[in-house]
């Protein structure tokens, strides 16, 4: 389960927290924390990116993958650029997917 981010404090944490990872054609910032569960969610699909009806569209695509994949703990602004239009719905699950595990990855602790 996935829950949008509702509150002006959360975009801040993303700004100033955030951990920035991209995969031509998404990126995402991330801020993990436990305490957030479900993870929260929000999408920065601009203008550049198409169509009031294509953004639309990609912002459904994108949140149908986040249903079936796993998403850790935290605080994610995921974004796209025109490119990500382009792609087929596999190939946008596959850049998520790799999106996720690399956001994870970069905010692990060493051990």
């Known amino acids: 389960m996935i829950d949008r981010i509702r509150e ?5 944490r993303l700004r100033r927290d955030g951990v920035r990872v991209r995969i031509d054609p998404l990126w995402c910032s991330f ?3 436990s305490e957030v569960v479900p ?10 990116t198409g169509s009031a009806v294509q953004r639309n569209l990609l912002r459904r695509r994108l ?3 986040l249903r079936e ?3 850790p703990p935290g605080l994610l602004l995921i974004g796209a650029s025109a490119r990500a239009n382009e792609r087929t719905f596999a190939d946008l699950e596959r ?3 790799d999106l996720m ?8 602790p060493p051990t």
């Open 8 to 12: 002006r404090d959360a975009f801040i």
């Open 31 to 33: 801020v993990p924390d």
């Open 63 to 65: 949140r149908a993958v």
């Open 101 to 108: 595990r690399k956001a994870a990855d970069r905010t692990a």
């Open 69 to 71: 994949c796993e998403v």
């Open 39 to 48: 993870p929260q969610v929000a999408f920065a699909i601009g203008r550049a």
């Open 95 to 97: 850049c998520l997917r």
